[in-house]
């Protein structure tokens, strides 16, 4: 794939997560994908590495019941070869305790 092509699939992974269409992000990786969220599972039980659709789909049911998300924006995509770079922002509120806090 060329840099444009990819960023473009980017886009779309982005803006199908930001509609809340689980369904159609799936759709776009294969069946045994690998994800990773930095936090540690001790913190967030959900996070850290996960595979395939099934390890997606707890993640993000984990975040969804601890977590509102406020405001969510690719702002800018980097490509190099076969990789992009997201550069966002994006506001969470705790659910629980009402904090919000912003992820640029």
């Not at 809340?20 to 540690?40: R, T």
Request: hydrophobic share 40%.
């Amino acid at each position: 794939m060329k840099e444009h092509d990819n960023i473009e699939l980017i886009k779309k992974v982005y803006s199908t997560f930001k509609r809340g269409d689980l369904d159609g992000l799936l759709a776009l990786f294969a069946d045994d994908f690998d994800f990773q969220h930095p936090m540690p599972p001790a913190i967030w039980s959900f996070a850290g590495n996960r595979k395939g659709h099934q390890g997606f789909i707890e993640f993000v049911q984990g975040s969804s019941q601890i977590i509102a998300r406020e405001h969510f924006e690719a702002d800018q995509f980097i490509a190099q070869g076969e990789y992009v770079v997201v550069l966002l922002t994006e506001r969470m509120r705790a659910k629980t305790t009402g904090v919000t806090f912003d992820n640029p």
